[in-house]
């Protein structure tokens, strides 16, 4: 299994969840050399590549979607790899890694008839088997679900990756229903509810 940092796991999954698996825009916090960093771990390990476009579209400060521009002024954007996909547990839903439309650079803005600021309804993705967020489903899943202290236990991670593994892969890109509950003596229990 592929080790990700929390920025690293956030990129790689908001990427995978986008139409275009254009990783940009980057989480609000990240930007300058901080995001040049992030940016040039993920491009060394395969996990995200560059694809150079015919668009003249100049880049700009805030990374909406360009990453940058090539010496001839082509924008040049970033996507998530098959490799990327299957680090965060995502099966790739076809044959290749590139985004469709990758000849043509994204617009800066969001489309005319697109609600503002609107969150798209999770596609439905499965986990592959034997993968660290298989092995959290199952957990919670399991008859009292299980705490955070047991999840770190089971799957070698820290308090707040397996926090934030329920929060976004799981109800974020999953779509499932998390609900927890205080057990005596055992703390507070996280299971899946199947709706």
């Known amino acids: ?3 990700l ?3 690293q796991l956030v990129i790689l999954s908001a990427a995978a969840q986008r139409e275009d698996r254009n990783v940009l825009p980057l989480p609000g ?3 300058g050399g901080a995001a040049a960093k992030v940016v040039g771990a993920l491009l ?3 996990l995200i590549a560059e694809t150079t476009t015919d668009s003249r579209t100049k880049a700009d400060a805030a990374l909406n ?3 940058h521009n ?3 002024g082509r924008a040049i954007l970033l996507h998530i790899t098959d490799a990327g996909l299957a680090a965060i547990g995502v099966e790739p839903e076809r ?3 590139a985004p469709t439309g990758a000849d043509k650079a994204p617009s800066a ?4 008839d697109a609600p503002a600021e609107t969150d798209p309804a999770p596609k439905a993705r499965t986990p592959r088997t034997g993968t660290k967020q298989a092995m959290l489903i199952e957990m919670l899943r399991a008859e009292g679900g299980a705490t955070i202290d047991e999840i770190v236990a089971a799957l070698d991670w820290q308090a707040h990756t397996a926090r934030g593994a329920m929060s976004g892969a799981l109800k974020k890109k999953l779509g499932l229903t998390i609900t927890s509950e205080k057990i005596e003596r055992r703390g507070r229990a996280y299971r899946i509810t199947d709706n």
Do not use: A
Not at 109 to 112: A, D, F, G, N, S
């Open 1 to 3: 299994m592929t080790k």
């Open 5 to 7: 940092s929390d920025t």
């Open 29 to 31: 916090s990240l930007r």
């Open 44 to 46: 060394s390990r395969g």
């Open 65 to 67: 979607r360009i990453w």
């Open 70 to 72: 090539d010496e001839d």
């Open 95 to 97: 044959g290749d890694s």
């Open 109 to 112: 803005e969001p489309p005319q």
